[in-house]
């Protein structure tokens, strides 16, 4: 599990657990979804057109 402290610098310790990030398209705009992995559920998605990504969220393999 991550840990935040100490409050107030602004910095995560560690990886975000149980979720993943993967390009996707909106309205024909490249975009970075996140997703839990144990329920497979899309959780957010950056604003299109998304050239960073998640903070700390393991990206996942491309098929193909």
């Not at 560690?14 to 993943?20: M, Y």
């Not at 970075?32 to 393999?61: I, L, N």
Request: hydrophobic share 25%; glycine share 10%.
């Amino acid at each position: 599990m991550a840990t935040n402290k100490p409050t107030g610098d602004n910095a995560r310790k560690g990886a975000v657990r149980d979720r993943t990030q993967l390009r996707s398209k909106v309205m024909g705009k490249a975009t970075w979804t996140k997703r839990d992995k144990t329920s497979g559920e899309f959780m957010e998605q950056k604003k299109a057109p998304a050239k960073k990504k998640f903070k700390g969220v393991r990206r996942e393999k491309q098929a193909g």
